[in-house]
Antibody
Framework: EVQLVQSGAEVKKPGESLKISCKGSGYNFSNYWIGWVRQMPGKGLEWMGIIYPGDSDTRYRPSFQGQVTISADKSISTAYLQWSSLKASDTAMYYC???????????????WGQGTMVTVSS | SYELTQPPSVSVSPGQTARITCSGDALPKQYAYWYQQKPGQAPVLVIYKDTERPSGIPERFSGSSSGTTVTLTISGVQAEDEADYYCQSADSSGTYVFGTGTKVTVL
């Protein structure tokens, strides 16, 4: 079964760092783009960025550039989203997604992780 | 960056047809995708490349495209179709965008 399994919920204080993970299985992880999507409480979906694990080519939505870092370790089929200094406004559910084949921007997000809830509160 | 605009809500009676629109200037040049999200769950892909339906998605879900607008149609709506629906598009430069989302209520 093709799936993405994300790390568990996190509760952090403002200013702390955090790295959440997304492990792929059931397919060749290196060959598919992996993206991250934010959903703030009660709000819609926002695309944050995307990485190609095969060569670590990474793109960010401009509003997230410099705010988060996306990385991947293809040897363990895992992608990461990290923050160096969290803010209360980072409180949200974060989903990792797989783009179904093709070059960047050419296909759907066919597989979604279960989501990681990040709560930032003092 | 460009935007994809959806109506905030659509209400429909069971057995009737729900149509959800998504408008964006780049849609004539890019494919659109549709996702269904039920409360407390991750989104699920229901339509890809404007009109294609993934395996396992009921036939009552269909997609169409005309100019700057794409439409998700749910024929013979069932209570289980009550959910939020999002359109999404992307370009070859690596810019992805989601629509504003539509809440479908089954009366």
């Amino acid at each position: 079964e093709v799936q993405l399994v994300q790390s568990g919920a996190e509760v952090k204080k403002p200013g702390e760092s955090l790295k959440i993970s997304c492990k792929g299985s059931g397919y060749n992880f290196s060959n598919y783009w992996i993206g991250w999507v934010r959903q703030m409480p009660g709000k819609g979906l926002e695309w944050m960025g995307i990485i190609y694990p095969g060569d670590s080519d990474t793109r960010y939505r401009p509003s997230f550039q410099g705010q988060v870092t996306i990385s991947a370790d293809k040897s363990i089929s895992t992608a990461y989203l990290q923050w160096s200094s969290l803010k209360a406004s980072d409180t949200a559910m974060y989903y990792c997604v797989r783009q179904s084949g093709g070059g960047i921007g050419t296909d759907a997000f066919d597989i979604w992780g279960q989501g990681t809830m990040v709560t930032v509160s003092s | 960056s460009y935007e994809l605009t959806q109506p905030p809500s659509v209400s429909v009676s069971p057995g009737q047809t729900a149509r959800i629109t998504c408008s964006g200037d780049a849609l004539p040049k890019q494919y659109a995708y549709w996702y269904q999200q039920k409360p407390g769950q991750a989104p699920v892909l229901v339509i890809y490349k404007d009109t294609e339906r993934p395996s396992g998605i009921p036939e009552r879900f269909s997609g169409s495209s005309s100019g700057t607008t794409v439409t998700l149609t749910i024929s013979g709506v069932q209570a289980e179709d009550e959910a939020d629906y999002y359109c999404q598009s992307a370009d070859s430069s690596g810019t992805y965008v989601f629509g504003t989302g539509t809440k479908v209520t089954v009366l």
